[in-house]
């Protein structure tokens, strides 16, 4: 199977358990991945219609307090939400972050990674990681800490699809010491010029968190930086065919 295909089953299979910009808690927009299935409040991503867009800054999303199922499920006006949102805002408002950017090629051409790290006195308080499969296919995830922990994660799909009839996929993540507390998805599709703002006027839909494991050890290895890109590049690249024997 080509890695843009194993992209694209990947993305399908996580919409069952998210590039563009918005906060945790909101639906406006203002800023997922290979190998799986991101004022005060950061802002919910809403991707450009075109492959690799830039990545913008997008904020987990506060319209939705359904119940979900999740580690520990919350409402998205609980404290602990307020407080990753209120986090959330510092980091964006901060102008202080120096940037390092990193790359990675998988072997034989079959994709590549592209990740910026944001830091502030050696820690990292953001970081971007842009999977990009063979054929330009892939996701970016936006990744949010304090104190050394994931607490907010935004995924968006590349556009995929004709021009004609794009579809857009983003999901958020919330957690609190190391736990998933709110997982949330949308996803639109039509045409490619209109598609962007038919994602900042889609409902948020509360989704289960089983895919948060994985997005949090994304997360644990893009904040290593170079120490962390050889694991980084088995999560990410194709695993060559095992041999058996006979």
Do not use: W
């Not at 089953?9 to 918005?22: F, K, P, Q, S």
């Not at 609980?78 to 072997?107: F, S, V």
């Not at 104190?147 to 958020?172: M, S, W, Y």
């Amino acid at each position: 199977m080509s890695r843009s295909a194993m992209i694209f089953a990947g993305v399908l299979l996580a919409t069952g358990c998210e590039r563009g910009a918005t906060a945790p808690g909101s639906s406006s927009t203002t800023a997922a991945a290979s190998g799986g299935e991101h004022g005060a409040q950061p802002p919910a991503a809403a991707a450009p219609a075109t492959a690799q867009p830039a990545p913008r800054a997008s904020a987990p999303d506060a319209a939705a307090d359904a119940e979900h199922q999740s580690a520990a499920p919350e409402a998205s006006g609980a404290p602990r939400i307020d407080e990753i949102r209120k986090k959330y805002a510092e980091i964006q408002a901060d102008k202080g972050l120096q940037t390092n950017e990193l790359r990675m090629a998988c072997p034989g051409g079959e994709g590549r990674a592209e990740v910026q790290l944001h830091q502030k006195n050696g820690a990292v308080s953001k970081a971007v990681l842009k999977d990009i499969a063979a054929g330009d296919a892939g996701s970016t995830y936006q990744f949010y800490y304090d104190n050394g922990r994931l607490i907010f994660a935004l995924n968006d799909a590349f556009p995929f699809g004709e021009p004609a009839k794009t579809r857009l996929l983003q999901r958020r993540y919330y957690y609190h010491q190391g736990s998933p507390i709110l997982c949330m998805r949308k996803s639109v599709e039509g045409p490619s010029d209109k598609v962007e703002a038919l994602l900042n006027q889609a409902p948020n839909e509360p989704v289960d968190c089983s895919f948060a494991p994985k997005v949090e050890r994304l997360a644990s290895l893009v904040q290593k930086g170079a120490a962390g890109m050889d694991e980084l590049k088995k999560q990410l690249c194709p695993q060559p065919p095992r041999q058996t024997g006979r």
